[in-house]
């Protein structure tokens, strides 16, 4: 298997998780406050991404160069998006949340366009409009959208996303996908500490005694949010930050089926269109890609991505 499809399946796992990690984080503010819950998940990821580091040992001292473009990602991917997606999505609904989330193509791929140039082609298009037709089909139907303080906080988290998808593509240039992950991720770590502090200062902080709750999080923070991670910033740099964000689009969808299964919510014909127009979007928006796949050598990643 090439690299480029190896990486276009790494980047559909994610987006399954992703979906389920939706769920999960819903759940979980029943019983943690945002700001503890984003901080909590990130000291257990943190700390399986270190001992990864410690493992192989391939780790090298970033560049000052380097170290903004990490910076730029633990403040934008990783403490801006985590506090307000979390902040957000209590204070919104489930609708609103997929829709403004599943902006985030649209933003990422105007940057990539205004930053590297990259060519904004017919394909792309299509998909991007195929993909956002899709969530709005989900999430339109019946309930309407409505502006409150958690929309605002879901929309600066989709800023900060699709921002940190342009450092990443930046830092593939020099940095293996493991390499970004480990620093951004602890770099976010250390600076969610003085937030999830004053959450405590303030008498906000609400922490769950639930050992359910806590394995939930565990799993969260390990899996959706640790090894998550290094599949997704492979295929950023394998793929592009464009392409990958294509992505962001399918999370909902998965969302919609684990509430039916798990928690027994109904199908609607409208999630079923919904969901086919995403899944078409990811493909059109990425024939390229998987067409170069076919026509040209593999791209090879640092070995320890």
């Not at 879901?154 to 800023?159: G, K, N, T």
């Not at 937030?195 to 999080?217: D, K, P, R």
């Not at 392409?243 to 509430?259: C, D, K, R, S, Y």
Request: proline share 3%; net charge positive; charged share 5%.
């Amino acid at each position: 298997m090439s690299v480029q499809k190896s990486a276009f399946l790494g980047l559909l796992g994610v987006s399954v998780l992703w979906g389920c990690n939706y769920v999960a984080s819903a759940y979980l503010l029943g019983g943690f406050s945002p700001i503890f819950l984003s901080f909590a998940r990130l000291c257990m990821t943190t700390l399986l991404l270190l001992a990864a580091a410690f493992q192989t040992r391939g780790l090298r001292r970033p560049t000052k160069r380097e170290w903004l473009l990490l910076a730029g990602v633990g403040v934008f991917g990783t403490l801006l998006n985590q506090i307000f997606y979390f902040t957000g999505l209590r204070h919104s609904t489930a609708a609103n949340a997929s829709l403004i989330i599943g902006l985030t193509p649209v933003a990422t791929i105007l940057l990539e366009r205004m930053i590297y140039k990259v060519t904004f082609t017919t394909a792309r298009l299509a998909g991007v409009i195929l993909g956002l037709t899709g969530i709005v089909v989900i999430v339109g139907t019946g309930g309407g959208l409505h502006a409150s303080p958690g929309d605002l906080n879901l929309i600066v988290a989709m800023l900060a996303l699709s921002v940190s998808i342009i450092f990443v593509r930046g830092l593939a240039k020099s940095m293996s996908s493991f390499a970004v992950t480990i620093f951004s991720t602890v770099l976010g770590a250390v600076l969610m500490a003085p937030a999830a502090g004053g959450e405590a200062l303030l008498g906000q902080s609400e922490v769950s005694h639930s050992l359910v709750m806590w394995g939930i999080l565990a799993a969260a923070g390990i899996i959706a949010q640790g090894m998550a991670s290094f599949w997704w910033n492979r295929g950023v740099a394998v793929l592009g930050a464009g392409t990958a964000a294509m992505f962001m689009n399918v999370p909902p969808f998965i969302a919609i089926l684990l509430g039916h299964f798990l928690l027994h919510d109904p199908i609607q014909r409208s999630q079923i269109i919904g969901g086919v127009l995403i899944l078409a979007g990811v493909f059109v928006a990425n024939q390229s890609a998987l067409f170069a796949a076919q026509s040209s050598g593999p791209v090879q990643p640092d070995a320890a991505a």
